[in-house]
């Protein structure tokens, strides 16, 4: 029998890559979306959310995290018995307060994938897996479903943490940093003088600003990140006024201190390997 799933927020651009894949795994793919027109010819869609989702087997939320738990109360107890609330939001606190009053007849998935909707393939793409009540079935579901994906563990609290310094404090940076490229009005002077650094810098802050303001908003949200937030703007002041200051000593032993740290874990060449790497893919272009 042919498994159905409903992806709520279809439109999407995440939404749309999971159409695909599940469409080309073999699923009955339904969607839902109020906000996006949902592309394609051979999903259905539905004209409500709850109509939409009586028949799944399978139900994800590719839907704004400030919105994902509310949908889920709104949903959780219209959805059959046993069949599965898969949702993908990139904070968990929340989310997990919502996933654990759910009915007991529906059972809780709670991932957040590491990857846009540029991906070609799931084989290699991180998936992290939050536990809600069955971590070891959760997990097994979330493999069957994703196979050659890379899964790690953690509790929503970590995830929040480890979050804030993986996408929160990285869209921040790149953020502010595409909004100073924003004003330069003699850009294509820059491209030309500049070097690989520069340009593959440029790349990913360019390249984050196709997500949208939402998305970027919501990220950056996160409540963890002030503390790397506070911290960054911290040291970043402090090296620029040392630096302004003439205080050479501090800002080599500040550059030492931080290699030390980095090459415990490290391999320092192996990663500028892999940057000339990139430059070298870029510069093909």
């Not at 889920?72 to 898969?86: F, H, P, V």
């Not at 404090?169 to 940093?177: A, D, K, P, S």
């Not at 002041?237 to 090459?263: D, I, P």
């Amino acid at each position: 029998m042919t498994k159905k799933i409903t992806i709520i927020g279809a439109g999407g651009k995440m939404g749309q890559w999971f159409v695909k894949y599940f469409e080309s795994a073999g699923f009955e793919v339904t969607g839902y979306d109020s906000e996006n027109k949902i592309p394609g010819k051979s999903i259905i869609k539905s004209d409500s959310l709850v109509g939409g989702i009586l028949n799944a087997d399978y139900v994800l939320l590719s839907t704004p995290t400030r919105r994902t738990p509310e949908i889920i109360r709104l949903i959780a107890k219209e959805m059959k018995r046993d069949t599965y609330l898969i949702e993908i939001s990139s904070q968990k606190s929340k989310t997990i307060a919502a996933l654990l009053k759910m009915p007991a007849k529906i059972n809780p998935i709670c991932i957040h994938p590491m990857f846009g909707p540029g991906a070609k393939k799931i084989k290699g793409q991180n998936i992290i897996s939050i536990p809600v009540k069955d971590a070891k079935k959760e997990l097994s579901v979330a493999r069957s479903l994703f196979t050659g994906a890379n899964f790690v563990t953690i509790d929503a609290v970590e995830h929040d943490k480890k979050i804030a310094t993986i996408l929160g404090l990285t869209h921040l940076m790149n953020l502010v940093f595409a909004n100073i490229l924003s004003k330069d009005e003699k850009v294509s002077l820059t491209e030309k003088m500049s070097g690989t650094t520069f340009k593959v810098q440029k790349i990913l802050a360019e390249s984050i600003m196709t997500e949208s303001p939402e998305l970027i908003e919501t990220i950056i949200a996160n409540p963890e990140i002030r503390r790397a937030a506070e911290e960054f703007w911290r040291d970043f002041g402090r090296l620029l006024t040392e630096v302004q200051e003439g205080k050479t000593e501090e800002v080599v032993n500040y550059v030492k201190a931080c290699q030390e740290r980095l090459t415990k874990n490290v391999d320092l060449q192996s990663s500028y390997k892999k940057f000339a790497s990139m430059a070298n893919a870029i510069e093909k272009k």
